[in-house]
């Protein structure tokens, strides 16, 4: 009898004859399948119910009972079980019976080993075939729910930019009133420290739901992660040992850096989480042919088989309310797919959880180069000679506080709170300067519609472009503008606006 395909099967011989159904049960045993024996429709019920079978052999007389009238109920208590009826008196109307209630093919009793053989192959192609669907549903639908979740998570860090755009930009200001004020400067600077680090979530949040591209580069992980564990060491606490185990003969990755290290601070973060009482965290690094698997392993509780496949999929958390919302591991399994690899979690309940991303080997050699980012600079910041602006945001507050930060740098300044608005103000004969507009405008107008109306009314007006959305670039930009990502500090959107002005001045031959 030729070999089964596949995986080993679950079939459930169903024959008032027992001789005849122990023999076939014991056959297929054989050949490592799965088997089950009834003798009628009662005993049939009493296996299904706690047991799934794939394939149903069924004989179409069992004693008082009628087979076919039982291929309903199993196709109700597996919905998945393929049914092959058996019978010596074939009949038509016996088989059309059959076939309506759900049998998928038929075996003329006595059959020989090449028909059963034949017969079951057809079964198993088909179960085959139906779980090759399952599993591109299954995609189809992940997919669908990561769709969601980028756009989701794509809205909510865009309004959030904006949020966090009027506390920088008032802080910022609050802080050059405080010359002399070493404590509340101290204040001011803590507070500054927490927007940036919202600003750095905003921006992972953004790359994530874009699917922006990866700024991949050639990393020597044995020079850099020393860097990252300096400040997971910080963030994990003193309760918390970490232990790093990257040979120095591991060849470098092809990896975007800061993603990287985005993606093992969540790792970490978790692993800090399930170790409520202490312990210790091991990230090891291990090559393979044409890949390194970067590993995080705690000593925690682990989790269960039947969490840990779904432990990747948003907002699926075994963590308290309020304790976390489920997107860390989901953020971290995009960026293993986008960089080339995958994600894989390993844990057995009560023995601590491995995460570990599978990178590509990068071609060349490392640069040794860390991934911390280098510190801004300290150049004097530009400031203005009175020129007009005319700034344009439909959001009131964030409105408001580019209207301070343009008057303290030294500019005259206008407000518009849409384009309409914006519009009537450049009809107006007032000669501004520059035109500073966010591109995401409300009311049917966005900001590019605003520039290029701005620029064919008045050829020599700098223009200045903003966005909260780093994918929102403008389509098809107007000649001369600039472009920048709120939030912005100070120093940049004076830098910004200068650049603007001094590019107005170049194509006109003014000074600015």
């Known amino acids: 009898m030729a070999e089964f395909p596949g995986r080993p099967w679950r079939l459930l011989v169903i024959d008032d004859d027992d001789d005849f159904a122990e023999s076939l049960a014991k056959l297929l045993s054989l050949e490592g399948h799965e088997t089950r024996v009834a003798q009628d429709a009662a005993s049939a019920r009493a296996v299904l119910a706690d047991w799934a079978a794939d394939v149903a052999l069924v004989d179409v007389r069992l004693g008082r009972d009628d087979g076919v009238a ?37 075996l003329m009793k006595p059959f020989f080993f090449y028909d059963l053989d034949r017969t079951l192959g057809r079964c198993f192609e088909r179960l085959r075939l139906l779980d090759e669907r399952d599993a591109a549903e299954e995609k189809l639908r992940r997919a669908q729910r990561l769709d969601a979740l980028g756009q989701l998570s794509a809205g909510v860090a865009h309004e959030f930019n904006n949020t966090l755009a009027v506390i920088l930009g008032n802080l910022q200001l609050l802080g050059e009133r405080l010359e002399g004020e070493a404590g509340l400067r101290e204040m001011v600077e ?9 600003m750095e979530l905003t921006s992972r949040l953004l ?61 970490a973060i978790n692993a800090r989480d399930a170790m409520t009482e202490g312990g210790t965290l091991i990230v090891a690094a291990r090559a393979g042919e044409g890949f390194v698997d970067l590993s995080l392993t705690d000593t925690g509780p682990g989790l269960p088989d039947d969490v840990i496949g779904q432990a990747a999929e948003p907002f699926v958390t075994t963590k308290p309310a309020g304790r976390g919302l489920g997107l860390g591991l989901a953020m971290v399994a995009a960026f293993a797919e986008r960089s080339g690899g995958a994600l894989r979690l390993d844990s057995r309940k009560g023995e601590g959880l491995t995460a570990t991303i599978r990178l590509p080997v990068g071609s060349g050699v490392g640069s040794g180069m860390g991934m911390e980012a280098a510190a801004p600079g300290r150049d004097p ?100 503008a600039g472009f920048l990502v709120k939030p912005v500090d100070l120093g940049t959107l004076a830098r910004a606006v200068r650049a603007a002005l001094q590019a107005r001045g170049a194509a006109s031959g003014a000074k600015t």
């Open 70 to 106: 039982l291929v309903g109920d199993i196709r109700r208590a597996a919905p998945r079980a393929v049914v092959v009826m058996m019978t010596a008196y074939a009949s038509l109307e016996t088989a059309i019976g059959a076939l309506k209630a759900g049998a998928y093919d038929f």
């Open 190 to 198: 803590d507070a500054l420290g927490a927007v940036r680090g919202g």
């Open 207 to 267: 790359s994530h739901a874009r699917g922006a591209p990866l700024h991949a580069e050639v990393t020597d992980l044995a020079a850099t992660l020393p860097a990252t564990l300096r400040l997971l060491d910080r963030a994990l606490g003193d309760d918390i040992a970490i232990v790093l185990d990257v040979p120095e003969h591991t060849p470098p990755v092809l990896v975007d850096r800061g993603q990287l290290e985005a993606s093992l601070i969540n790792l």
């Open 381 to 480: 910041i530009p400031t203005g000679r009175s020129e007009r602006l005319l700034v344009v945001e439909d959001d009131a507050d964030l409105l408001r506080t580019l209207g301070r930060q343009m008057e303290h740098l030294g500019y005259r300044v206008t407000l518009a709170a849409g384009a309409e608005e914006a519009s009537a103000l450049l009809g107006g004969g007032q000669g501004f300067d520059l035109l500073v507009t966010d591109i995401g405008l409300g009311g049917g107008r966005d900001g590019m519609d605003l520039a290029r109306e701005a620029a064919g009314r008045h050829p020599g007006l700098a223009l200045l472009l903003l966005t909260a959305d780093p994918a929102r670039r403008p389509r098809g930009p107007v000649p001369g």
